[in-house]
């Protein structure tokens, strides 16, 4: 069974940092690419980055280009995504989904709230 | 970057009844391996989302056959047959043709 479970959110200040982590299980994670996508609270979906395999190729949503670094180990089967230079615009729940023939597994997310 | 509008923003429908969703992209989503990466996916209330159909018209595992997908090039559209009482939620459209991945804004399905 393809399992996606996110970790890393928490409250953090403008300006500060978050390490959000994504283990996967269930499938040849090294075979996939890899996307986040946050949603701010009572809003819609927004794709913020996508990894391919091998790291290759790697985007970002515009907003969050430059504070924004996406990462993978596959050899522990691990999403990252480092956040830095937190804004309150990036306040959302964030997940990973798995990327096949569309983003087809998604886990269950993890809120990020960024307020002083 | 591509935008995808959606409509109607909510549908309230009878249950048994039919159910449609518009998406229309700004520009056109064939990509140059002549794939189209349009795709739909269901957000329960309080639930991630899940996906329901890809390219278009593809049925992803264990998803009803009551929902549909079909389209081309830059207009697409989701079908329910007879909506059931765990289809309310909320639906989008994604396009994953070019970079950034673009969703449309979402439409509400509710029981009238």
């Known amino acids: 069974e393809v399992q996606l479970v996110e970790s890393g959110g928490g409250l953090v200040q403008p300006g500060g940092s978050l390490r959000l982590s994504c283990a996967a299980s269930?499938?040849?994670?090294?075979?996939?690419?890899m996307n986040w996508v946050r949603q701010a609270p009572g809003k819609g979906l927004e794709w913020v980055s996508f990894?391919?395999?091998?790291?290759?190729?790697?985007s970002y949503v515009d907003s969050v280009k430059g504070r924004f670094t996406i990462s993978r180990d596959d050899a522990n089967n691990s999403l990252y995504l480092q956040m830095n230079s937190l804004r309150a615009e990036d306040t959302a729940v964030y997940y990973c989904?798995?990327?096949?023939?569309?983003?087809?597994?998604w886990g269950q997310g993890t809120l990020v709230t960024v307020s002083s | 970057d591509i935008v995808m509008t959606q409509t109607p923003l909510s549908s309230p429908v009878t249950l048994g009844q039919p159910a449609s969703i518009s998406c229309r992209s700004s520009?056109?989503?064939?990509?140059?391996?002549?794939?189209?990466?349009l795709s739909w996916l269901q957000q329960r209330p309080g639930q991630p989302p899940r996906l329901l159909i890809y390219?278009?018209?593809n049925r992803f595992s264990g998803v009803p056959d009551r929902f549909s997908g079909s389209g081309a090039g830059t207009d697409f559209t989701l079908k329910i047959s007879r909506v059931e009482a765990e289809d309310v939620g909320v639906y989008y459209c994604?396009?994953?043709?070019?970079?950034?991945?673009?969703f449309g804004g979402g439409t509400k399905v509710e029981i009238k």
């Open positions: 989904a798995r990327e096949s023939v569309a983003s087809d597994y």
């Open positions: 269930g499938f040849t994670f090294s075979s996939y690419g």
């Open positions: 990894i391919g395999i091998s790291s290759t190729p790697i």
């Open positions: 520009q056109s989503l064939v990509h140059t391996d002549g794939n189209t990466y």
């Open positions: 390219q278009i018209s």
């Open positions: 994604l396009q994953a043709t070019q970079f950034p991945l673009t």
